[in-house]
């Protein structure tokens, strides 16, 4: 996990700015150089270019089954080649896209968190939702829609007043 540290010689503004950790020699540790060649790939596998690849690829396993001709079966050893190929790509971009996902989700827990803490009047139990049992969740929810059905019933009633005003006023009109 990125350290982040606000420079002393900028100007303070809220933002912060991230710094890699070093090793004691200065270069970047192996879990600051996973991290960077997980974003990297991430992002490079979500590209329409690498989209274009993986279909040129495709369509140049479709056109070489001649070349499998050879082989003492043909047919399985071509289909192989495409098994096997994206077995591995896929079983690796498992855990390369979930490193993501998951340095992604911790990011936006604490953006939460701090916008929660801002807030005046916000509950501070909320902070830490995503520490919370099943149970606690649940009960949670079911607080959040017994809210929302009182201020749907809240709205509902000040339409009601609405309407009866503007008939009240249509009549006096009249």
């Not at 100007?11 to 192996?30: E, F, V, Y």
Request: proline share 5%; net charge neutral.
């Amino acid at each position: 996990m990125t350290s982040t540290t606000v420079h002393p010689s900028a100007p303070h503004n809220g933002s912060a700015q991230s710094s890699a950790p070093k090793g004691n020699d200065g270069t970047a540790t192996p879990r600051e150089t996973f991290r960077r060649f997980a974003s990297a790939v991430s992002a490079a596998s979500g590209s329409p270019s690498t989209f274009i690849g993986a279909t040129l690829f495709l369509v140049l396993w479709a056109v070489s089954y001649p070349f499998f001709r050879s082989f003492p079966n043909p047919f399985d050893t071509w289909q192989l080649v495409i098994n096997t190929v994206t077995t591995i790509v896929t079983f690796l971009m498992v855990f390369l896209i979930q490193n993501t996902q998951n340095r992604d989700a911790k990011a936006i827990h604490l953006k939460l968190d701090e916008l929660i803490r801002s807030h005046h009047g916000a509950r501070n139990r909320l902070v830490e939702l995503e520490n919370c049992t099943d149970e606690e969740l649940e009960q949670l929810k079911r607080e959040f829609e017994r809210i929302h059905h009182r201020a749907q019933n809240k709205r509902a009633d000040q339409q009601i007043a609405r309407v009866e005003v503007e008939q009240q006023s249509r009549a006096s009109d009249a």
